[in-house]
Structure formats: C-alpha cells, structure tokens
C-alpha cells in the first residue's frame, strides 16, 4: 500500500493535517492505535478562535458545543477571585472532544483520507526515500511520516528526532462529575497554590447541565490525591455531586522539540511539542502545527523534494507566531514554578486578570515584565526572567 503520506494519530492535529493533503489531491491515510477517537482525557476547553484556525463552519459548531463560555475565574492561593471577561462576549467554548474530532474526521474522509482505526504503529525502515510503517496488521509504504502521536510519540522516538530526557511532562487526571453546582456555568474555574496543585492548577470546566470536567495537573506528588483532596475541600461544589468517568494522561510542558523534521518525516503537534507549557493547552496549538506543516508538505510533495531542508521551512514558520508564544510561556512557568504563595497573591495583586491570562498564554510578555519590574522580590524572581 503506498502513500504520499501516513500520517500516525488521529488526534486535532493528524486529522488536520491529512485533510488539507487530502484536499490538494495527495493519497493519505491516517494510522489510529486506539478503537475510537479521543480516548486520551481533556479539559476540552478552547478559545473560539480554533473554529477559525481549524477553518470549521460555524453551522457545524453545535455538533460538539457543551457550553459557550464567557468569563474565566482565576484564584489565588489566598481564595482572591480575578474575573477574565469581555465585556459579556464568547471567550471560548467547552466542547465534547469526541465528536469535534467526529467533525474533523468528517472534512478530512470527504477529502480523500483514509482512516485505519485500531492499528497502532509499531515500527519504521527506511529505503532511500521511501518508508515503511509497519503497524498491527499492515506494512504501509509512504514518501512522507507524520506523526502526530501525542506526547508518548513513536514516531519522534524511533525517527531520532527526540532526544533522550528532551521533553518534560506534567501527569494530569480528570474526573467527569455529575451535578456539580456552580454559581456560573457560563465561566471555566481555575485553582492555583501549593496547597491545591503544587507546580501545577486544578480547573473546573462546566459541561452541559451539571456535568463538569475537574481536574488537576501537578509535579511531584500524586496527582489522584491532591485531586480528591480538592474536591473534599471544596463542597460548595461537590457537596451533592459524584464522578462518572475518570482517566489521566500527560502533557507536555518542554516546548517545541529542537528537532520537528527530518528526511520524510515531520512531527505536528504534542509529538512535536507544540503546547502552551503554562496552560497545558494543546489543540489550538497542535491544529495551527497541522496546517502549517500541510501547507509546507503539499509544496515539498510537488516538487518532489522531501528533505529536510525543504520541510524545515515549517518548523522556522510555526516559530514566527506559535513557537514565539510557546518559548514566551515556557519562560513563565520556569519563573512561576519558583515562587511561594505568598509570591503568588502579590503577583495577583499587581496583574490585571487579562495580564495573567496573557503571561499563562505567552502574550505580551514584555508588557507584563514592566508592570512587574515595580516589584522589589517579583522583578528579581519573575520580571527578569521573562525578559531574557
Ligand atoms: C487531562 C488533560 C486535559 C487537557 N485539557 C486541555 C484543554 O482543556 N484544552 C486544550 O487545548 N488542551 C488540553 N489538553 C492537551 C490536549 O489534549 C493535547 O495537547 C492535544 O490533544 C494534542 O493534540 P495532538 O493531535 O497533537 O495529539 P493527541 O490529541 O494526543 O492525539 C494523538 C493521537 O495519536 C494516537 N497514537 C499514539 N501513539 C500511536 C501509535 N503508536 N500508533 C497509532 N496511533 C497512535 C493516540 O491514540 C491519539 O489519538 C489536555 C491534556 C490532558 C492530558
């Protein structure tokens, strides 16, 4: 069976990917080691901005829609709420992730894909400039490798591409609760402090009804225990609610790999790093990672030139924008990871909420360094920093 690529993974980013390669008319398949789609857990929380960048049509938004959101509550150690909004307007959606990748699915197969589901792929050789994947059931040939196999990449692995203690993880875990009483199921809830979620944040994210995604990413602790501690703590929610599904997975939070191409091969998004390290956020990150790398690949396969040369041109274009904000958070959480709670609630007090969603997202970094620099311990232990 040979292809002008195989793509491995059929999360937000491989589904993109291959659909804009189907879409120029090239012979794709993508390979899934899982029965279903999105059985990893997510938040699944996104701006609505990735309807745009994933170029979905506004008609088909009601097919994954959970819950509009419009503001976003931030805590401080201390309990000090800081409210995120826009003046009323839609900041972003929760969304049930299995049928938004139902939907990518649907554009990527009505542009030619093919989809192998329950095939994971296990192996890779290479002649000259063809390679072979080989997977549970199949041996694929293919002029070009995605892999977009998340943060326990194969593909980044037995390519060479990631090096050895390159990428670093946050474990994280998710409860869905049923009946989960909010004050506002219009805003998505975020816990910080050491006491909550050491080296990470807990997150409540209301779904349709009172069906809630809560969860937690922390480092060097259980992350189960602080999770169930943080729902005993907090029985203003919790009080009349219970758990009706829960999975864990982790995420990504080194930045982008140093290297994301070589000769035929790419890597798109987790695979490849490409998540905001401060947030956790991946699927804005990982479709733009999927559209820019099929733009450079449908060129690279036209011309027949499949080196890695031609293919770096995506990774120096994801760098512009993308790599640019995912570098600005990185700096963020090194400096963050470092400070008390104390230091905490006074860097809530000095930050407007919109700034700290910008630090946590890798935007207008220098802006917020100023504001910080008046600080005579945060300019030391943050500001500086984040000006390097
Ligand atoms: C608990 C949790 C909560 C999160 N919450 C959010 C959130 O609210 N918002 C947000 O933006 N991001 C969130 N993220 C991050 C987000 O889920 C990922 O960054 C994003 O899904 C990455 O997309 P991807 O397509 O690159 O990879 P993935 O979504 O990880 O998809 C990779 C695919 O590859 C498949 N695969 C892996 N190995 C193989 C193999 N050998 N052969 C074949 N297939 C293979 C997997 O089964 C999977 O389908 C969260 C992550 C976790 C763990």
């Not at 938040?43 to 960048?53: D, L, Y």
């Not at 030619?112 to 890779?124: C, L, Q, R």
């Not at 943060?151 to 390159?166: D, H, Q």
Request: overall charge positive.
């Amino acid at each position: 069976m040979k292809y002008d690529a195989i793509v491995i993974g059929a999360g937000p980013a491989g589904l993109i990917f291959a659909r804009y390669l189907g879409e120029a008319g090239f012979k794709v398949a993508i390979v899934e080691k899982n029965n279903e789609l999105a059985v990893k857990p997510c938040g699944e929380g996104i701006s609505s901005r990735v309807i745009e960048t994933a170029e979905i049509s506004r008609s088909e938004v009601y097919r994954f829609l959970s819950r509009e959101i419009k503001r976003a509550y931030i805590f401080a150690p201390n309990g000090k709420r800081l409210t995120v909004e826009e003046s009323g307007r839609t900041m972003g959606y929760i969304i049930d992730k299995r049928n938004f990748l139902k939907v990518l699915s649907e554009y990527a197969v009505s542009s030619g894909v093919e989809i192998y589901i329950s095939e994971p792929a296990k192996n890779f050789s290479r002649k000259n400039n063809t390679l072979n994947v080989y997977t549970r059931s199949h041996v694929f040939k293919t002029r070009l490798l995605i892999g977009a196999d998340g943060y326990l990449s194969v593909v980044a692995k037995k390519m060479g591409l990631e090096k050895r203690g390159e990428r670093r993880v946050i474990p994280s875990i998710q409860y869905v609760m049923s009946n989960v009483e909010l004050d506002d199921y219009e805003a998505t809830y975020f816990f910080t402090g050491n006491n909550v979620a050491p080296l990470g944040y807990a997150w409540i994210f209301p779904k349709d009804g009172k069906i809630a995604n809560v969860g937690l990413g922390v480092q060097k602790v259980s992350p189960r225990t602080y999770l169930n501690k943080f729902i005993r703590d907090n029985r203003k929610y919790f009080s009349k609610s219970q758990p009706i599904e829960f999975k864990g997975a982790a995420v990504t939070i080194s930045g982008v790999l140093e290297k994301i191409v070589d000769d035929n091969v790419m890597l798109i998004g987790e695979a490849a790093g490409q998540v905001i390290p401060l947030t956790g956020g991946g699927i804005h990150t990982s479709i733009a990672g999927g559209k820019i790398a099929a733009e450079i690949a449908i060129k690279a396969l036209e011309e027949d030139d499949l080196s890695k040369e031609k293919l770096s041109m995506y990774k120096r274009k994801y760098d512009l924008y993308w790599g640019k904000r995912i570098r600005d958070s990185l700096k963020g959480l090194r400096a963050i990871e470092k400070l008390s709670d104390e230091e905490l609630n006074a860097l809530a007090e000095i930050l407007s909420p919109q700034d700290i969603v910008n630090l946590a997202n890798g935007e207008k970094i220098s802006e917020i360094a100023k504001k910080i620099l008046k600080h005579p311990i945060l300019s030391i232990k943050l500001a500086r920093k984040l000006l390097i």
